[in-house]
C-alpha cells in the first residue's frame, strides 16, 4: 500500500501524520528521522487494526502542490 504522508517541520524537529490513517503519528529529530519513524507508525498501525480486526482504510488522499503568485 501507498499512504500520503504529511510532514511540517515544528520547531527543531519533524512531525509527520497520515491523513488516510487517524491517529498515526510520528516525530524525528530530522527529516530523515521523521521519514523512517511514520513508516514505522503506518506499520504498527496496520498491525493494530488488524490484530482488532478493523478494516484496513484504503490509500484515498492525493497530493498535489498547487503554485500560486503572491
Request: net charge negative.
Amino acid at each position: 500500500m501507498r499512504y500520503a504522508v504529511v510532514i511540517e517541520q515544528a520547531g527543531d524537529n519533524y512531525s509527520a501524520y497520515v491523513p488516510d490513517l487517524p491517529g498515526c503519528i510520528a516525530t524525528g529529530d530530522t527529516l530523515a528521522d521523521a521519514e523512517h519513524e511514520i513508516r514505522d507508525a503506518i506499520a504498527f498501525h496496520l498491525d493494530g487494526l488488524r490484530e482488532d480486526g478493523l478494516e484496513i482504510p484504503r490509500a484515498a488522499s492525493r497530493v498535489e502542490y498547487v503554485e500560486v503568485v503572491a
